[in-house]
Antibody
Framework: QVQLVQSGAEVKKPGASVKVSCKAS????????INWVRQATGQGLEWMGW????????GYAQKFQGRVTMTRNTSTSTAYMELSSLRSEDTAVYFC?????????????WGQGALLTVSS | SYELTQPPSVSVSPGQTANITCSGD??????VSWYQQKPGQSPVLVIS???KRPSGIPERFSGSNSGNTATVTISGTQALDEADYYC?????????FGGGTKLTVL
């Protein structure tokens, strides 16, 4: 069965960087994009961007341009999201989700989420 | 920037029909997906392509999209349907989510 298993919770200081992983199993990793979505406590879902495991192409939401980097390791079927210059407002649960880009995009499988706390 | 607007909350009695709307400019020209999220859990896809139910999603969930409004309908609402619901669309090479609607079954 399709599974996306994310790395654990992180605590970082303002200005630091964090790298969250998302290990895929149960399907061909290179056949679907991986998207990243975050959710602050009590708030809605916020899309951060997509990464193609096949080509390594990426597309980032304008809000995160210059601060986010999405990569992958096809040998381990793992996607990564690195966010830099962290601030307190980045405190949130970060989800990876499988799904293609484009007009018919939807996310059919999600990771369990990884809590990031940014605090001095 | 493009916005998807959802009512913050909707209430429904058990067994009745719940309609959750999502509004956006010419939204009917785009595909809309819907996600259910229960407290402490990851979102679950309940509707894609405006009206398609993924495998495992009960038949009581249905969707429509026309004009400026997309709607997810839950027929015969059950207590276990109480959750937050989010609409989502692809707009100008980016994903947009609605603000979410809390469905209360009381």
């Amino acid at each position: 069965q399709v599974q996306l298993v994310q790395s654990g919770a992180e605590v970082k200081k303002p200005g630091a960087s964090v790298k969250v992983s998302c290990k895929a199993s149960g399907y061909t990793f290179t056949s679907y994009d991986i998207n990243w979505v975050r959710q602050a406590t009590g708030q809605g879902l916020e899309w951060m961007g997509w990464m193609s495991p096949n080509s390594a192409d990426t597309g980032y939401a304008q809000k995160f341009q210059g601060r986010v980097t999405m990569t992958r390791n096809t040998s381990t079927s793992t996607a990564y999201m690195e966010l830099s210059s962290l601030r307190s407002e980045d405190t949130a649960v970060y989800f990876c989700a499988r799904g293609d880009r484009g007009p018919s995009s939807y996310f059919d499988f999600w990771g369990q989420g990884a809590l990031l706390t940014v605090s001095s | 920037s493009y916005e998807l607007t959802q009512p913050p909350s909707v209430s429904v009695s058990p067994g009745q029909t719940a309609n959750i709307t999502c509004s956006g400019d010419k939204l009917g020209n785009k595909y809309v997906s819907w996600y259910q999220q229960k407290p402490g859990q990851s979102p679950v896809l309940v509707i894609s392509h405006d009206s398609k139910r993924p495998s495992g999603i009960p038949e009581r969930f249905s969707g429509s999209n026309s004009g400026n409004t997309a709607t997810v309908t839950i027929s015969g609402t059950q207590a276990l349907d109480e959750a937050d619901y989010y609409c989502q669309a692809w707009v100008s090479s980016a994903v947009v989510f609605g603000g979410g609607t809390k469905l209360t079954v009381l």
